[in-house]
């Protein structure tokens, strides 16, 4: 019987057990060192052999994946590991680190427990670093941390043990900072979550040289930093490796501080699911029922050329079995399980049964994406998993053969299904698809896949940026007339509040809540409570309030309203672009007597006319996004690297020294971050490395606004002169 089938078979008679089962994901800053120490873990667990550890990068199943170096899709793996004398089953995932692929991360802390976020001891906490903690933190999974690359310290930086352990110390002190400040508001948390050497929920290491300690470690094999560092420093890695394996150290520290689905289920399900509280379908999941109703949350989608489509999530309650029909959230009848199965990195293996507790992958789901709710009972769904930013970044893409145009639009759709970070629109009267994402990267590595993966040779358009409107100031009152004069509505609008925009972006506030709910966490964001009382639509990140007192025919007409005011927020009237941030107030409405008179072809037009003119009213302006920089680099290059930042419309907001590197942070536009690796490339004689991250949308300077404007038009085909009422540019 091969190792491999062995694994497979004691994964399936742990599943039934789920004190002994441990869901995690690993999760860090773009080169860390996260999939070599994946790697690790499954030498440590018998799935690779050790000799290729570190190098072998398993988790990176992709071609694309091993190319470039980095992780660019989660992926899963179970394995077993004895601790305390009992084996323990693991259900990992591997998530990437570089901020174009966040989403993956968001998705990937839906179904686990518990995050080993892995730290680089040469750099230290970066801007990714916080951002996975934000992101296991929001989805009530607990987090430990690894530091990294310690050997670097040794070898490289020749510190001594003082300094070492200064250095090693301050990370710490960093990183708690960060989960203090992102914990404070979680009343469901019951423990001080903060790592400390002391407990054990620390481990320290070298993925590559696969050596790893941890207090518990040391007091169990009575090796200290001095023998490490001698070791180290006498080249005896091989020696280091054996006394004290990487792998064991974390996996006995995941082992005993992540919680098990028992222990998790009961904290986590109310944070992400806002159903009856008191139903036996929530006792169930609560319990980790194997025996109740069936719950599976799905957090990926990947496509297998033999059997089709997987749908890789969490069980949160109930048995998964082949064969079962199941209901998926959102759409029309059922779909039947054709088989369920356990990962093993590149490798699905089907099994007979996947229980409550578990992380399982599915074919058969045909109408499932990325955040259903599957179950067997008609039930609420799950929270959507909100990523945190949204795409900045468009790229047309079309089919060089006509022939291939039809399995283009099925190859985008799939696309958008995988990855809902992915905004996919297809315009039927062009034949041009736009794809929008999250960085350049993203789009280069989605439109790499259609050309690899499925032989689509594309021609992809120069990147193009998004950008939003918003207005700046409260408007008058204006009045939008419809096409035949019978009805007329009469809008203001103003700028909304930046919490009430984050809460609404975080899924704080949706318009699926229970209106209470919704009311609460409004008045919490800072909206004053009349306000709150009448909201009648969420949409984006804008918000409908009806003010308006026992309008004859308001009722049967709204849906109609919404409708306009929907249409014309998603084209604003400066370039079509998107509307954020705005709060609208119907204040009044003249309806005529007859249906007939009010229909689609009168209403929609008049609210979209009223939308536009308050929007101009309130001075809307063009909203450009805008990217966090951060640049290390040596002294003597770091004018040219701030050079950079500013020769971008960019400002530099601080630089420092640490250790031997000058780091340079500041913020620039997307737009004109397009092309900066090369740059900074030359600028720096390739010794810079850097990294950015979305850091939301600024005002675009005003004597840039009529231009830009311009542009965008002239590329959209719209007219070229403005409506006389915008005369504030």
Same mark, same amino acid.
């Given at each position: 019987?091969?190792?491999?089938?062995?694994?497979?078979?004691?994964?399936?008679?742990?599943? +039934?057990?789920?004190?002994?089962?441990?869901?995690?994901?690993?999760?860090?800053?773009?080169?860390?060192?996260?999939?070599?120490?994946?790697?690790?873990?499954?030498?440590?667990?018998?799935?690779?052999?050790?000799?290729?550890?570190?190098?072998?990068?398993?988790?990176?199943?992709?071609?694309?994946?091993?190319?470039?170096?980095?992780?660019?899709?989660?992926? /899963?793996?179970?394995?077993?590991?004895? %601790?305390?004398?009992?084996?323990?089953?693991?259900?990992?995932?591997?998530?990437?680190?570089?901020?174009?692929?966040?989403?993956?991360?968001?998705?990937?802390?839906? &179904?686990?427990?518990?995050?080993?976020?892995?730290? +680089?001891?040469?750099?230290?906490?970066?801007?990714?670093?916080?951002?996975?903690?934000?992101?296991?933190?929001?989805?009530?999974?607990?987090?430990?941390?690894?530091?990294?690359?310690?050997?670097?310290?040794?070898?490289?930086?020749?510190?001594?043990?003082?300094?070492?352990?200064? $250095?090693?110390?301050?990370?710490?002190?960093?990183?708690?900072?960060?989960?203090?400040?992102? &914990?404070?508001?979680? +009343?469901?948390?019951?423990?001080?979550?903060?790592?400390?050497?002391?407990?054990?929920?620390?481990?320290?290491?070298?993925? *590559?040289?696969?050596?790893?300690?941890?207090?518990?470690?040391?007091?169990?094999?009575?090796?200290?930093?001095?023998?490490? =560092?001698?070791?180290?420093?006498?080249?005896?890695?091989?020696?280091?490796?054996?006394?004290?394996?990487?792998?064991?150290?974390?996996?006995?520290?995941?082992?005993?501080?992540?919680?098990?689905?028992?222990?998790?289920?009961?904290?986590?399900?109310?944070?992400?699911?806002?159903?009856?509280?008191?139903?036996?379908?929530?006792?169930?999941?609560?319990?980790?029922?194997?025996?109740?109703?069936?719950?599976?949350?799905?957090?990926?989608?990947?496509?297998?050329?033999?059997?089709?489509?997987?749908?890789?999530?969490?069980?949160?309650?109930?048995?998964?079995?082949?064969?079962?029909?199941? %209901?998926?959230?959102?759409?029309?009848?059922?779909?039947?399980?054709?088989?369920?199965? *356990?990962?093993?990195?590149?490798?699905?293996?089907?099994?007979?049964?996947?229980?409550?507790?578990?992380?399982?992958?599915?074919?058969?789901?045909?109408?499932?994406?990325?955040?259903?709710?599957?179950?067997?009972?008609?039930?609420?769904?799950?929270?959507?998993?909100?990523?945190?930013?949204?795409?900045?970044?468009?790229?047309?893409?079309?089919?060089?053969?006509?022939?291939?145009?039809?399995?283009?639009?099925?190859?985008?759709?799939? @696309?958008?299904?995988?990855?809902?970070?992915?905004?996919?629109?297809?315009?039927? +009267?062009?034949?041009?698809?736009?794809?929008?994402?999250?960085?350049?990267?993203? *789009?280069?590595?989605?439109?790499?896949?259609?050309?690899?993966?499925?032989?689509?040779?594309?021609?992809?358009?120069?990147?193009?940026?998004?950008?939003?409107?918003?207005?700046?100031?409260?408007?008058?009152? @204006?009045?939008?007339?419809?096409? /035949?004069?019978?009805?007329?509505?009469?809008?203001?609008?103003?700028?909304?509040?930046? !919490?009430?925009?984050?809460?609404?972006?975080?899924?704080?506030?949706? =318009?699926?809540?229970?209106?209470?709910?919704?009311?609460?966490?409004?008045?919490?964001?800072?909206?004053?409570?009349?306000?709150?009382?009448?909201?009648?639509?969420?949409? $984006?990140?804008?918000?409908?309030?009806?003010?308006?007192?026992?309008?004859?025919?308001?009722?049967?007409?709204?849906?109609?309203?919404?409708?306009?005011?929907? !249409?014309?927020?998603?084209?604003?009237?400066?370039?079509?672009?998107?509307?954020?941030?705005?709060?609208?107030?119907?204040?009044?409405?003249?309806?005529?007597?007859?249906?007939?008179? $009010?229909?689609?072809?009168?209403?929609?037009?008049?609210?979209?006319?009223?939308?536009?003119?308050?929007?101009?009213?309130?001075?809307?302006?063009?909203?450009?996004?805008?990217?966090?920089?951060?640049?290390?680099?040596?002294?003597?290059?770091?004018?040219? &690297?701030?050079?950079?930042?500013?020769? $971008?419309?960019?400002?530099?907001?601080?630089? %420092?020294?640490?250790?031997?590197?000058?780091?340079?942070?500041?913020?620039?536009?997307?737009?004109?971050?397009?092309?900066?690796?090369?740059?900074?490339?030359?600028?720096?004689?390739?010794?810079?490395?850097?990294?950015?991250?979305?850091?939301?949308?600024?005002?675009?300077?005003?004597?840039?606004?009529?231009?830009?404007? =311009? !542009?965008?038009?002239?590329?959209?085909?719209?007219?070229?002169? *403005?409506?006389?009422?915008?005369? %504030?540019?």
């Amino acid at each position: 019987m091969g190792r491999r089938k062995k694994i497979v078979q004691e994964c399936e008679r742990l599943m +039934d057990n789920p004190e002994h089962i441990r869901n995690i994901a690993i999760a860090a800053h773009v080169d860390h060192g996260k999939t070599t120490l994946s790697d690790n873990l499954l030498a440590g667990a018998g799935m690779i052999s050790q000799d290729t550890a570190g190098e072998q990068l398993a988790m990176d199943t992709k071609e694309d994946e091993q190319e470039r170096g980095i992780t660019i899709d989660a992926a /899963n793996v179970s394995m077993t590991h004895e %601790y305390d004398d009992t084996n323990h089953l693991i259900n990992l995932i591997d998530t990437p680190g570089h901020v174009d692929f966040g989403g993956d991360v968001t998705r990937a802390m839906r &179904a686990v427990d518990g995050a080993l976020v892995v730290v +680089d001891a040469v750099e230290g906490a970066m801007p990714q670093t916080e951002t996975v903690l934000r992101q296991a933190l929001r989805e009530g999974v607990k987090p430990a941390l690894f530091i990294n690359k310690v050997d670097r310290l040794i070898s490289e930086l020749q510190e001594g043990p003082q300094e070492m352990q200064e $250095r090693l110390m301050s990370v710490i002190a960093d990183v708690n900072e960060l989960i203090r400040g992102m &914990a404070e508001n979680m +009343d469901d948390i019951p423990e001080d979550w903060t790592v400390s050497v002391e407990d054990g929920t620390v481990g320290f290491g070298s993925a *590559l040289y696969k050596w790893g300690v941890s207090m518990p470690s040391m007091q169990r094999t009575g090796m200290d930093f001095g023998d490490i =560092m001698e070791l180290e420093q006498n080249d005896k890695r091989d020696e280091l490796h054996e006394r004290t394996p990487l792998s064991d150290v974390v996996l006995d520290m995941v082992c005993e501080h992540f919680p098990n689905p028992v222990d998790a289920q009961p904290r986590r399900v109310p944070r992400i699911w806002r159903g009856d509280p008191d139903s036996t379908l929530a006792e169930g999941m609560q319990l980790v029922d194997e025996d109740g109703e069936v719950v599976f949350m799905v957090t990926d989608i990947s496509m297998d050329p033999h059997a089709g489509e997987i749908a890789t999530g969490r069980v949160f309650s109930g048995t998964l079995e082949k064969g079962q029909e199941l %209901y998926v959230s959102g759409t029309a009848g059922k779909n039947r399980i054709q088989s369920v199965g *356990l990962f093993m990195g590149s490798e699905r293996e089907e099994v007979e049964h996947v229980p409550a507790g578990n992380i399982a992958s599915v074919t058969g789901l045909r109408d499932a994406i990325a955040g259903s709710t599957v179950s067997s009972v008609e039930m609420t769904p799950f929270e959507s998993i909100e990523h945190i930013s949204e795409p900045v970044i468009t790229k047309s893409v079309e089919a060089q053969n006509m022939d291939d145009l039809p399995k283009l639009i099925e190859t985008l759709q799939q @696309v958008a299904k995988e990855d809902p970070t992915i905004q996919i629109e297809i315009n039927e +009267d062009t034949g041009e698809h736009l794809i929008s994402g999250q960085g350049e990267l993203h *789009l280069e590595v989605i439109t790499q896949r259609i050309r690899d993966n499925q032989g689509i040779p594309v021609i992809t358009g120069e990147p193009i940026v998004v950008f939003r409107e918003q207005p700046q100031e409260a408007s008058r009152e @204006v009045e939008g007339q419809s096409p /035949n004069r019978h009805n007329k509505f009469y809008i203001t609008v103003e700028p909304m509040a930046q !919490e009430i925009v984050d809460a609404i972006q975080l899924g704080e506030v949706s =318009m699926d809540m229970p209106e209470l709910e919704r009311r609460e966490a409004l008045q919490e964001a800072g909206m004053d409570k009349d306000t709150s009382q009448n909201v009648e639509d969420i949409h $984006r990140t804008n918000i409908l309030i009806d003010d308006t007192k026992g309008i004859q025919h308001l009722n049967e007409t709204m849906e109609l309203v919404l409708e306009g005011l929907q !249409e014309a927020l998603d084209d604003g009237p400066l370039a079509a672009e998107p509307v954020q941030g705005s709060l609208f107030r119907l204040h009044d409405a003249k309806l005529h007597e007859d249906t007939i008179h $009010r229909g689609p072809a009168q209403v929609i037009p008049a609210v979209r006319d009223a939308v536009h003119r308050a929007l101009i009213d309130g001075e809307v302006r063009l909203l450009e996004p805008i990217q966090d920089v951060r640049i290390d680099v040596p002294s003597e290059h770091m004018g040219a &690297a701030s050079g950079e930042i500013q020769g $971008r419309r960019g400002r530099v907001d601080d630089m %420092y020294q640490e250790g031997d590197l000058m780091v340079v942070e500041g913020i620039a536009p997307v737009e004109e971050m397009i092309g900066f690796s090369s740059d900074i490339r030359s600028a720096t004689e390739g010794r810079a490395s850097w990294n950015t991250e979305n850091a939301g949308f600024r005002v675009l300077v005003d004597n840039l606004q009529r231009e830009k404007i =311009m !542009e965008i038009r002239e590329r959209k085909g719209m007219k070229l002169e *403005l409506p006389s009422s915008i005369d %504030y540019f």
